[in-house]
């Protein structure tokens, strides 16, 4: 079976090349057996966008902000690796392993 694929779909107008680029970055090395790559996306009009297998897991025109890299990982392992703990960027509250109060 193939792994997820990310696409990051971002501004050039606006420059967002490097943020793209460190997302991109900070995905792979996170998820560095569970991603198939993560290919980055020129776009126009202020787009931030990050699709898993074509889903879109964060809009930047939607959401009105960028995604926090910790919430980010968090969507991405949820459709990548739901079992999966992601260490520190997991609060106890957030992790799928945490025990119910």
Known sequence: MPLPMVEIQYCTQCRWLLRAGWTAQELLTTF???LG?????????????????GETVWSRKD????????????RIRDRVAPDRTLG??????????????
Do not use: M, N, W
Request: proline share 13%.
């Open 32 to 34: 560095t057996d569970d």
């Open 37 to 53: 790559g993560v290919t980055l996306i020129p776009g126009s009009g202020g787009v931030f966008d990050v699709r898993v297998d």
């Open 63 to 74: 959401q009105g902000r960028f995604p926090e890299l910790k919430e980010l990982k968090q």
């Open 88 to 101: 520190h960027s997991d609060s106890p509250a957030d992790s799928p392993a945490a025990p119910d109060p």
